[in-house]
Every structure is written in C-alpha cells, then in structure tokens.
C-alpha cells in the first residue's frame, strides 16, 4: 500500500525563521512527488513537484524539497519564512492505477503558523 | 489566481435536500476531479474525468452523482445526504489527461453542512 505522511499537524515559527515541512511515503518505485499548498479559504496551489533528476527541487514563493530516497522523504524547506506563508502545507504522491490512470494521494497536511 | 471556480463556495442542507455543486475551468484542460476534504484526514479523491469519460471512482456512496457535459464543467450532484458528508469539496482540474506527472489546480471549494 502507498501512503504519505506528515508527522507534525501543526508548527509555529517565528517570521524570519528557517522552516522544514516533513513527508514521509512509502512507495516500492520512483515515486513521483508534490508539496501544495492551501491558504484560508482557497483551494490548494502546487508549490513544487519531484519526478526525477536533480533531488533538491525548486518551487515558488521561496520554497525548495529535497528527495532523499534512503530514508523515502521528501522535506520542504525555505531559509526565511513570511507572515504570508501561514497555511496548510500538503505532500502528495502518485500512485498508479494501471491502464495509464493515476490518482494523488495526499498527506493529512501540516497547517503552519508564523509569529510577527 | 488558478482559474478554477466553484459555486456556490457555501451550501447547508437538509438530509432530503438535493443539491448540485458547480465546477467551471478555463484552462484549456482535459481532466477534471472531484475531492472531499474533511477536518483530520487526507483530501480523498472521489471522481475523475478524462476527456470528459469518468476514469474513476472512488467508491462513493450512490448519493453523489457526478455529471461532466463537456470539458469545462464539472457537476456533484447531492441527494439524501449523510451529516458526515459536512465537508469541503474540492474541484480540480489538470491539462494532460490525468497523467501521473500532471500539475492540478484546484478550485476555492465548496463549504457544505448537512444538518
């Protein structure tokens, strides 16, 4: 079974802190990785995507993930964290359905608080 | 801005009500999905279109009734809903076909209660 998990629920930083979100999944192939986010009220956004290649991948707002396969983690980062990136942070995987079909499954998500 | 839309963004009703959530994309895309998001759990995806066939369902309840006329609308349609059916419902769309590497953009989402 492929699952993806968030250890922490919640975490509070203070503005101008570092900032790494956890991912763990469990997933016997190459997975192919997300991290989405979700503010108040919204849908959620695509901040970064893993398929392959270089393992430290680059999103927006500042935000980077790096695939570590040997311990199947795929932790979000940014070196200085905005008042604006409070929201709820989602890790995804890919998984397979066969027959060319896919489907997201996402982690329970770690909602962030930043404090001014 | 992700070119999504969903209305209405907030619906209560009743257990013998029926309703429809509306999805609206204009990005050109090929996929459309249905997600429920409830407090404590993961998004759970519960419908998927593709090029406007439904390619998957997640084993929802018969109660929800998805409905795609063409490739830029989306519809749930909602009878004899449960209270644990309270939840966000999320739309989202994606350009390839629903292929694994496929970014989706999700819509606002729909707030529903049912009491």
């Known amino acids: 079974a492929q699952s993806v998990t968030q250890p922490d629920i919640h975490i509070?930083?203070?503005?101008?802190?570092?900032?790494e979100l956890r991912c763990n999944y469990s997933y016997g192939a190459t997975p192919y990785l997300f991290w989405y986010v979700q503010s108040p009220g919204q849908g959620l956004q695509l901040l970064l995507k893993y398929f392959s290649g270089d393992t430290l991948v680059q999103g927006i707002k500042g935000f980077e993930a790096e695939f570590?396969?040997?311990?199947?983690?795929?932790?979000?980062?940014?070196?200085?964290?905005?008042?604006s990136d409070a929201a709820e942070y989602f890790c995804a995987v890919v998984k397979g359905l066969g027959a060319g079909s896919y489907q997201l499954t996402f982690g329970k998500g770690t909602k962030l608080s930043v404090i001014p | 801005e992700t070119g999504v839309t969903q209305t209405p963004r907030h619906l209560v009703m009743g257990m013998t009500n029926k309703k429809s959530l509306k999805c609206e994309q204009h990005l050109g895309h090929n996929a459309m999905y249905w997600y429920k998001q409830s407090a404590k759990k993961p998004l759970e995806l519960m419908f998927v279109y593709n090029f406007k066939e439904q390619t998957e369902n997640n084993s929802v309840p018969s109660r929800f009734s998805p409905e795609c006329p063409n490739s830029s609308h989306l519809f749930l349609h909602l009878h004899t809903l449960q209270p644990e059916d309270s939840a966000l419902y999320l739309c989202a769309s994606s350009p390839e076909g629903a292929q694994g590497t496929d970014t989706?953009?999700?819509?606002?989402?729909?707030?529903?209660?049912?009491?």
């Open chain 1, 12 to 19: 509070t930083v203070s503005e101008g802190a570092s900032l």
């Open chain 1, 68 to 83: 570590k396969r040997s311990q199947s983690s795929f932790n979000l980062r940014k070196p200085s964290v905005h008042w």
């Open chain 2, 104 to 115: 989706q953009y999700f819509g606002p989402g729909t707030r529903l209660t049912v009491l």
